[in-house]
């Protein structure tokens, strides 16, 4: 489906952790010239468990003001809304991303924990059941290196490809695009289907330098060590284009130890990201 054209860049707010998606919730926001919407979810449960009720309620609402404070440090102009949402974070924000244009979640440390990944991450959770592009930001800053996608030739990586284009056209960045390198397949004959693939999304950006690469190796793997020096990878959140619920083995590894932010592209296939 295509995004609405006052569709809000989503955030959750949960806690001072989420501070470093804002702050990027907040620059997607303003590039995209969207609307920043702050979602806290407040669980009434822990609420009537706590010495006060209004003590969590407090909480919430100092919570979304600081989160408003950096979001207008990155744009002053910036339109935002906060919202306090009862329910679980997970489900709460898995809805509302039913209207959203993107969604930008925090990691819980993932990239930092290799071997401390829980499978129900909040993080993992929200990118296979999310029904809009899901942002997953990194606590650390990433370097000022390219936009990377994966592309592997379905339509779900098209779609993460021409995001792709847009992201690295707004951020003034260059495009690295990855194909791996299949085993019965040649690396010449792979590259010439990453550049014709490429070249249909080309002449809507003709300013952003681009680099195709095919690259033998384990897709996950290969992706990994490529976006140690990007500023953003995008993939698509599987390639045969499954229904809310699933990951690929691709999109989950890059969730689980890119070092970059990741955006797992779902509900946009064949879709232009202006809606048009």
Do not use: K
């Not at 898995?94 to 924990?113: E, I, K, T």
């Not at 690469?213 to 990007?230: E, F, K, M, N, Y």
């Amino acid at each position: 489906m295509a995004a609405a054209a006052d569709a809000a860049v989503l955030v959750g707010v949960g806690s001072e952790r989420n501070y470093p998606a804002v702050q990027l919730a907040a620059q997607e926001a303003a590039a995209h010239e969207r609307q920043l919407h702050l979602l806290h979810a407040f669980n009434w449960t822990a609420a009537f468990e706590a010495p006060s009720v209004a003590e969590p309620r407090a909480r919430a609402e100092e919570l979304l003001a600081e989160a408003r404070r950096i979001a207008a440090e990155v744009a002053p102009d910036l339109p935002v809304q906060e919202e306090i949402a009862e329910g679980p974070a997970v489900g709460v924000l898995a809805r509302r991303s039913d209207s959203a244009f993107l969604l930008v979640v925090g990691d819980g440390g993932m990239a930092a924990c290799a071997d401390c990944v829980p499978a129900d991450a909040p993080a993992v959770q929200l990118a296979a059941r999310a029904s809009c592009p899901v942002l997953v930001a990194r606590r650390e800053p990433p370097p000022q290196g390219p936009v990377l996608v994966g592309v592997d030739g379905t339509a779900s990586s098209r779609a993460a490809l021409e995001w792709a284009f847009d992201c690295a056209a707004r951020r003034g960045a260059r495009l690295l695009a990855v194909r791996v390198v299949e085993p019965d397949e040649t690396t010449e004959d792979t590259t010439d289907q990453l550049e014709a693939m490429v070249a249909r999304y080309a002449h809507r950006h003709p300013d952003v330098p681009v680099e195709c690469h095919a690259i033998r190796g384990d897709p996950g793997t290969v992706l990994v060590d490529q976006s140690r020096s990007a500023q953003l990878a995008i993939v698509a959140a599987r390639g045969d284009e499954p229904a809310r619920g699933m990951l690929g083995a691709v999109s989950q590894s890059m969730l689980y130890h890119s070092p970059a932010p990741v955006i797992v592209i779902r509900g946009l296939t064949g879709i232009p990201m202006d809606g048009a």
